[in-house]
């Protein structure tokens, strides 16, 4: 097996882009990605996607994405893992290239989510659920984190202005991100005073619905010099990747308030890179809610049991803190288009790694953590990056 760096990276703002069809989107963070790399053609492209049949009557996704990019006779096919579609796709991208089967690879993520009404649109989400015995039911996806938040807060005695911090360090990292959906910092009493959406959940612990697109470039590492001679950037190398399941019904779940998939798939991923969590110098974790900010937390050894919270609470997760994490936003600022998020956060970890995060950069980071969550923890993809 070869292995993989990644040369070149792409994005475009996220938002409600009511002006721009999927297919533009997607051409933003695809050629971007590719004028990074200094690449011109591609042996094949994956879209990581979780709605566009949905949503927007449209399958056939990465096929209607490479003609739109100019990329034809290439091997392209959407990859679908609920909101951890992207990480997903960027497994496939790799191991693609680490086979040898392909050398130059193309991976996106894509979702296009505020063109429908919001009942349509919870109705996708809630596709990522067990349609038998949650969504059936008519359990929505934030009613789901709801029901995990309120047995969390009282199973550890928590009250609901210890998740603050969370939203609070997002925001601020978000204020200094072009790209962004919300570009402006919050304080406690706007936390406290948001509307409730499903109790106790408010809108400053949810993650907003957003369309964009993200993409990034793979080469083999020992073919990376032919690609980024002269002024370019570098690259930067995926040193572990490992995807792990857990029941899709929060339910059946030996225990709802603990993450195994994100255990499972952190220890393989830490394992093949031949690294201690202690060596990572940030973590991009899925802060689709609050309460998964503290459960990632928890679930992958940076914090005991009923005690993530407290992290962000103590302020160790900002850029200068003992783990930044949604040091760019995360969802709760960047936005959340489902099936680009995973590719959004190795964006992210990618720029952290080459030094161009600009305000938001956090000194001599070398080794970065990224994880995608799909579903309410039921598939979890965590990558290893090293500069």
């Given at each position: 097996?070869?292995?993989?760096?990644?040369?070149?990276?792409?994005?475009?703002?996220?938002?409600?882009?009511?002006?721009?069809?999927?297919?533009?989107?997607?051409?933003?963070?695809?050629?971007?990605?590719?004028?990074?790399?200094?690449?011109?053609?591609?042996?094949?492209?994956?879209?990581?996607?979780?709605?566009?049949?949905?949503?927007?009557?449209?399958?056939?996704?990465?096929?209607?994405?490479?003609?739109y990019c100019g990329l034809y006779g290439i091997e392209a096919a959407k990859?679908?893992?609920?909101?951890?579609?992207?990480?997903?796709?960027?497994?496939?991208?790799?191991?693609?290239?680490?086979?040898?089967?392909?050398?130059?690879?193309?991976?996106?993520?894509?979702?296009?989510?505020?063109?429908?009404?919001?009942?349509?649109?919870?109705?996708?989400?809630?596709?990522?659920?067990?349609?038998?015995?949650?969504?059936?039911?008519?359990?929505?996806?934030?009613?789901?984190?709801?029901?995990?938040?309120?047995?969390?807060?009282?199973?550890?005695?928590?009250?609901?202005?210890?998740?603050?911090?969370?939203?609070?360090?997002?925001?601020?990292?978000?204020?200094?991100?072009?790209?962004?959906?919300?570009?402006?910092?919050?304080?406690?009493?706007?936390?406290?005073?948001?509307?409730?959406?499903?109790?106790?959940?408010?809108?400053?612990?949810?993650?907003?619905?957003?369309?964009?697109?993200?993409?990034?470039?793979?080469?083999?590492?020992?073919?990376?010099?032919?690609?980024?001679?002269?002024?370019?950037?570098?690259?930067?190398?995926?040193?572990?990747?490992?995807?792990?399941?857990?029941?899709?019904?929060?339910?059946?779940?030996?225990?709802?308030?603990?993450?195994?998939?994100?255990?499972?798939?952190?220890?393989?991923?830490?394992?093949q890179a031949g690294l201690q969590r202690e060596d990572l110098d940030f973590?991009?974790?899925?802060?689709?809610?609050?309460?998964?900010?503290?459960?990632?937390?928890?679930?992958?050894?940076?914090?005991?049991?009923?005690?993530?919270?407290?992290?962000?609470?103590?302020?160790?997760?900002?850029?200068?803190?003992?783990?930044?994490?949604?040091?760019?936003?995360?969802?709760?600022?960047?936005?959340?288009?489902?099936?680009?998020?995973?590719?959004?956060?190795?964006?992210?970890?990618?720029?952290?790694?080459?030094?161009?995060?600009?305000?938001?950069?956090?000194?001599?980071?070398?080794?970065?953590?990224?994880?995608?969550?799909?579903?309410?923890?039921?598939?979890?993809?965590?990558?290893?990056?090293?500069?």
């Open positions: 097996m070869r292995s993989v760096s990644i040369i070149g990276i792409g994005q475009s703002p996220v938002g409600e882009l009511w002006d721009r069809s999927a297919r533009e989107i997607a051409y933003t963070a695809v050629t971007n990605a590719m004028e990074d790399a200094g690449i011109e053609d591609a042996d094949a492209l994956f879209v990581g996607n979780m709605l566009s049949g949905s949503l927007i009557d449209q399958e056939h996704l990465a096929t209607l994405v490479a003609g990859v679908e893992a609920a909101c951890a579609s992207g990480a997903a796709a960027l497994r496939v991208g790799a191991m693609a290239v680490a086979s040898g089967f392909h050398d130059v690879v193309i991976v996106a993520g894509l979702e296009k989510m505020t063109d429908t009404v919001g009942k349509d649109t919870t109705a996708g989400l809630a596709t990522a659920a067990d349609a038998d015995y949650e969504a059936l039911h008519g359990v929505t996806f934030v009613g789901l984190n709801a029901l995990i938040m309120q047995r969390y807060m009282h199973e550890f005695d928590v009250p609901i202005d210890a998740f603050a911090g969370f939203s609070i360090n997002a925001h601020r990292n978000g204020v200094n991100n072009p790209n962004a959906m919300f570009q402006e910092a919050i304080d406690l009493k706007s936390y406290v005073n948001a509307p409730v959406i499903a109790t106790p959940i408010n809108m400053m612990d949810s993650s907003p619905v957003s369309d964009g697109s993200a993409a990034v470039v793979l080469v083999p590492t020992d073919r990376v010099k032919e690609f980024t001679t002269g002024h370019h950037w570098g690259s930067v190398q995926i040193l572990g990747s490992a995807s792990a399941n857990d029941t899709l019904a929060v339910h059946d779940r030996r225990d709802p308030l603990s993450l195994l998939a994100a255990q499972i798939s952190s220890e393989k991923a830490l394992r973590f991009e974790l899925h802060d689709a809610f609050t309460i998964m900010s503290a459960l990632s937390l928890e679930s992958n050894g940076f914090a005991r049991r009923g005690e993530g919270w407290r992290m962000a609470q103590e302020e160790r997760i900002g850029i200068h803190g003992d783990l930044p994490i949604s040091t760019m936003g995360g969802l709760k600022s960047r936005g959340h288009p489902v099936g680009a998020t995973g590719i959004y956060q190795i964006v992210e970890a990618v720029q952290q790694l080459s030094g161009r995060a600009g305000a938001n950069q956090i000194p001599h980071a070398r080794i970065g953590m990224t994880q995608n969550i799909g579903g309410s923890g039921a598939t979890i993809i965590t990558h290893i990056l090293g500069a």
